[in-house]
T-cell receptor, first 112, second 111 residues
Framework: SQQGEEDPQALSIQEGENATMNCSYK?????LQWYRQNSGRGLVHLIL?????REKHSGRLRVTLDTSKKSSSLLITASRAADTASYFC????????????FGDGTTLTVKP | NAGVTQTPKFQVLKTGQSMTLQCAQDMNHNSMYWYRQDPGMGLRLIYYSASEGTTDKGEVPNGYNVSRLNKREFSLRLESAAPSQTSVYFC??????????FGEGSRLTVL
């Protein structure tokens, strides 16, 4: 079964609005990562948050991590049409390079 | 900067045929991964190689074999392709437990 599960499956907003998507996972992790995938392309890394961190920012992105609830959220502020993409979370279990598993993603549509 | 390079980008096979997907990275990463992505779905881990000389099964390894040829190259082989293996295949690499770097994908259709 999937380690990371994103919610909602799809999200449609107007340009300028904020977009929030969530990720839940099942077992203890070393870190959690968010990726973006434009249609027909490979995934691109957005941000990594470690298990001892609670919040992290990168430009218009804000990620939170709640290890007690085994969940994370990605907030995109002041969204743009170019943010239209699918967003995935992935978990890493330990400090070594083990496997990372992905959820089914949230498809974000930003209308101009 | 090439990053992660996959070949071929597109392939059509008939049921029962075999093929190998090639992946190479030039970032001196220790770990390499093969994922498949079905339409509207997330990525499923097929196999991974934590370091040169080691390979491990992921979530969906049946019907696939892998070879970590050297530190740069990690190939995925379908010995007898089935229609259920129609998918987009992504190779990725990384250092330790950091971010994954992905190739652009190989689109495989099995008729």
């Amino acid at each position: 079964s999937q380690q990371g599960e994103e919610d909602p499956q799809a999200l449609s907003i107007q340009e300028g609005e904020n977009a929030t998507m969530n990720c839940s996972y099942k077992t203890s992790i070393n870190n959690l990562q968010w990726y973006r995938q434009n249609s027909g392309r490979g995934l691109v890394h957005l941000i990594l948050i470690r298990s001892n961190e609670r919040e992290k920012h990168s430009g218009r992105l804000r990620v939170t991590l709640d290890t007690s609830k085994k969940s994370s959220s990605l907030l995109i502020t002041a969204s743009r049409a170019a943010d239209t993409a699918s967003y995935f979370c992935a978990t890493a279990y330990n400090t070594n390079a083990g496997k990372s598993t992905f959820g089914d993603g949230t498809t974000l549509t930003v209308k101009p | 900067n090439a990053g992660v390079t996959q070949t071929p980008k597109f392939q059509v096979l008939k049921t029962g045929q075999s093929m190998t997907l090639q992946c190479a990275q030039d970032m001196n990463h220790n770990s390499m991964y093969w994922y498949r992505q079905d339409p509207g779905m997330g990525l499923r881990l097929i196999y991974y190689s934590a370091s040169e000389g080691t390979t491990d099964k992921g979530e969906v390894p049946n019907g696939y074999n892998v070879s970590r040829l050297n530190k740069r190259e990690f190939s995925l082989r379908l010995e007898s392709a089935a229609p259920s293996q129609t998918s987009v295949y992504f190779c990725a690499s990384r250092l330790a437990a950091g971010e994954l770097f992905f190739g652009e994908g190989s689109r495989l259709t099995v008729l």
